[in-house]
Every structure is written in C-alpha cells, then in structure tokens.
C-alpha cells in the first residue's frame, strides 16, 4: 500500500517537473484559450447550465485569467476533472491550472510540486444527513455508513474524526459528487461527508432539500484555491495576481457596474489607479496588458460579487461569507497591496 502511494506521488511529480519546463503563459497566449480544470459537476461551484455553458465560483476564477490573460473571458476550456484525477491533469500539463475546490495542504505542495496561489474558500469538511434519523451530533454517527470521494483530504479526516471519538464507520467509496448524490439518495449510505460547502451545493439540487440536515460539526481547516504547477512562476503569478484582483477590487468598492467610470476618470485613490492599470507599470512586470486586471474584474465582476451570484445568501445554496467575507468585515479575505 505505501510503495504505491509513493510511486503514484512520484509519478504526478515527475509529470509536474517536466511540463512546468514550457512557459505556460506562451502556451495559452499561442493556442488562444485557457485549459482550465474544474469538478465533474458542483452546483454553484462549477457546472454546465441547460445550454452547456460552465458556470460557478470556481468557474469564474478561469474566466478572470481568461480574461486578463487573453482579454476574452469565454476563452477557456473546462476539462472536468474528478478527485482521482485532477492532480495527473495538471501535473501532465493537460491543464494550464486547477480551480477545482481542492485543498491547500502540505504534501500536495511540496510533495506533489504544485504551487497553491491562494485561497479563494475558506471551508472545513462537514456531515450532511437525512433528518428522518433524527441525528443532532457527528458524535452520534457510531456504525454508521458514510459516502466518501476517494482521492481526497476528506477520506483522512473522516478516519481521524470516529478514531478520535471512539466510534466506527463503514466507507463507501464513490467517485464523483454525481455518484454521491445517487448513492446517498438511495440510501446505500447514513452520511454523506464533504466540504461543508460542498454539501450545501449538493443539499440545494435535491428535490426536497429540507428533508436533509448538515450537522454542527466542522471536523477540518480546508482551505480551498487555485494551483498550478511547480516551477513556472511567471504563470503562478499571474494566476495569484489575478485572484488577488478580485479580492482587492471587492474592498476598494471597484465593481462590475463602476469599473468603467473608475478606469476612464481615475481619481485620488493611488492603490484603485494601479490595480486599474491608469497608473504605474504592474501589468508589465508579470507579462499582460496595463488593463489586465480591468479585465478580469469585468469578467464577471469583484470577489463580492462572484460569491454572492453564485453561493450567496440569496442563492438555493445559501451560503453565508463568514471567513469569506473580508479582512475588514471580521474575515479573512485580504490581499496584499497592488504597489
């Protein structure tokens, strides 16, 4: 078991070395879109509409760089990726970066050579379950089956959580967020656990959502984000940067409806001018256009925006920002200075 754990994140690594070789921000530029990986099918997060077109949180992510790198944010081609495999997909250079609900950790990024840009969710993995059962507590969940997507942090977290507690569980692999749907729905596990938003995500395409609890408990940090591969940092910073952008434009009030106005009459805010691109020289220093960010905020707008289109409050996933919401609203989303 752990000499193929071992060549398996050799392998991923060796793949990440030699495709981090090319510039990536050449090979985007000369093929003319943005390879972007994202999850088979996450409500609000990442999923095709009715008419194919890719929409969501994690989507809007690929559609900035997209946009600031290209200058057309619908160049982007989602390859669907599912825990199992997303790691090969960028190691390989199938994709140019991973926007995918995947957490930061240690071994995937010293281990595995990828480079987490930042954190775009801050999340913790939770419990969700049918109310009928009448469950109140993870703590009560003793013999309990549980639906888990292998390939990820959750798999060890679920293990740590009952052998912590004194309690047992039967896992129930599954592949895809698809397959824990059908397998939850049918009843073939008590538990379905995940990323808390994750779950809230899956909650709201049921047909009857209130029929189904998310328990109190947080049994993780998973800190969601972008990655790319090691050794390419001209490109891990234009992705960084980028995130960045919509983080800053939220707290200096830069959004979808004002950009315009802000870049065509720059006024007496330095730090907005040069996010803009109105002052100084940042694009060049990282490759793009001086309007790169203008770009990737029009989009589909700041970080504020993005969040509440697609998760927010007012959305059938009902999310709150929490430690989403910014370093000046008692959050932790912040980003350094544009300077």
Not at 38 to 65: K, Y
Not at 102 to 127: A, I, P
Not at 321 to 326: E, P, S
Request: charged share 20%; proline share 4%.
């Amino acid at each position: 078991m752990k000499k193929t754990v071992i060549l398996g994140a050799l392998t991923v690594a060796g793949l990440a070395a030699g495709a981090a070789s090319a510039a990536t921000l050449d090979d985007v530029k000369a093929r003319g879109n943005l390879n972007c990986g994202v999850s088979t099918g996450l409500t609000g997060f990442s999923a095709p509409d009715a008419n194919g077109v890719w929409q969501g949180f994690d989507v809007a992510v690929c559609r900035a760089v997209a946009a600031a790198v290209l200058g057309d944010p619908m160049a982007v081609e989602f390859v669907p990726t599912t825990g199992q495999t997303r790691f090969t997909a960028l190691a390989s250079g199938e994709i140019d970066m991973l926007a995918r609900n995947t957490t930061w950790t240690f071994s995937r990024d010293n281990d595995l050579k990828f480079e987490f840009v930042g954190v775009n969710y801050y999340d913790g993995q939770g419990f969700m379950i049918p109310k009928e059962l009448g469950v109140s507590s993870a703590k009560e969940l003793d013999g309990a089956t549980v639906c888990i997507q292998t390939g990820t942090t959750t798999e060890l977290n679920l293990a740590d959580f009952f052998r912590v507690n004194n309690i047992s569980y039967e896992p129930v692999p599954i592949e895809t967020n698809a397959e824990a749907q059908q397998q939850y729905l049918a009843g073939a596990c008590d538990v379905y656990t995940t990323d808390a938003s994750g779950l809230a995500a899956t909650r709201a395409s049921f047909e009857a959502p209130g029929d189904h609890v998310i328990l109190p408990e947080i049994i993780s940090k998973e800190p969601l984000g972008p990655l790319v591969r090691h050794g390419d940092n001209e490109w891990g910073d234009i992705v960084r940067w980028t995130l960045n952008a919509l983080i800053a434009a939220e707290e200096y009030g830069v959004t979808s409806a004002n950009i315009g106005e802000l870049a065509s009459a720059p006024g007496n805010n330095p730090e907005i001018n040069r996010l803009l691109g109105t002052e100084g020289e940042l694009g060049a220093m990282i490759g793009l256009e001086a309007d790169w960010a203008q770009k990737a905020i029009m989009a589909n707008g700041n970080y504020g925006e993005i969040f509440e289109k697609n998760i927010g409050e007012n959305t059938p996933i009902g999310l709150s920002r929490g430690l989403n919401a910014q370093w000046t609203d008692g959050g932790l989303m912040y980003s350094p200075p544009f300077r």
